[in-house]
């Protein structure tokens, strides 16, 4: 019978230590669950706060981007005043400009009235001060004009050639030859009825050339006279 106790009571010792080892081993199962979870609880809260310190790097980018924005408006807007007040002005100072008068057929208009450009091959034969017929034509026509359009301005007659030497023609150079060339210019315009005290004569020689004195074509835009009906106050008698 004490026997029998005996096992009974190491049957009910095993099962009780049994059942405790089975509470162990699931306590521990449990355990690592938790700390498993608590791990990937962690993890995503790192994780949340990497994505909301990249919001807020994001907002702060964005803030810059708007704030540098809204200034580049502000310069462009500024800008834009500064160019249509800078228009209004120049519009203004060409409304103030009064017209050009209106120059007569042939003529273009300078500062102060108009000028007309004679070829000095219309003019003059070679290294020659005499005109030709076909010079005094428009020379006749010019007058006119003169007469007609200008009869209170001054004439300025100049005269250019290139930049060939003087060869057997008898003129010092060729400041002499233009001076020439527009001293006949004159008198044949006093002889047309043009008024001495309104006339003034200038020659440039070579040194006023409209281009360069590298081709026969541009030698012969160079040779020539210019008249300029406009008021030369400056040269009057005081």
């Keep these: 019978m004490s026997r029998l106790k005996g096992v009974a009571l190491w049957i009910v010792g095993s099962t009780v ?13 449990h355990m690592t669950m ?11 809260v790192e994780e949340a706060n990497r994505r909301l310190q990249s919001l807020d790097q994001d907002r702060v980018s964005l803030a810059q981007e708007r704030n540098q924005a809204a200034a580049d408006r502000q310069r462009l807007t500024d800008q834009l005043a500064a160019a249509e007040r800078a228009n209004q002005d120049l519009q203004a100072r060409l409304d103030s400009v009064p017209p050009p008068a209106p120059v007569a057929s042939g003529w273009t208009a300078v500062e102060g009235g108009a000028m007309i450009r004679l070829k000095g091959s219309v003019l003059f034969q070679v290294g020659s001060n005499a005109l030709t017929d076909e010079a005094r034509k428009s020379l006749d ?20 050639t290139d930049d060939q030497p003087i060869e057997k023609s008898g003129w010092d150079d060729n400041y002499q ?20 005290s309104r006339l003034v004569v200038a020659g440039c020689g070579e040194y006023r050339p409209r281009a360069e ?26």
């Design 17 to 29: 230590l049994a059942a405790a080892g089975c509470a162990d081993s699931e306590r521990d199962r």
């Design 34 to 44: 938790l700390e498993d979870q608590n791990r990937s609880l962690q993890q995503a």
């Design 141 to 160: 026509s010019v007058a006119a004009v003169i007469k007609s359009d200008y009869p209170e301005k001054d004439i300025l007659i100049i005269g250019h």
């Design 177 to 196: 030859l233009s001076a020439e060339r527009s001293l006949a210019v004159v008198r044949y315009l006093i002889g047309r009825g043009i008024s001495p």
């Design 213 to 238: 004195n590298n081709s026969a074509a541009n030698r012969e835009k160079n040779r020539r006279v210019e008249l300029f009906a406009i008021e030369l106050k400056a040269l009057s008698s005081s």
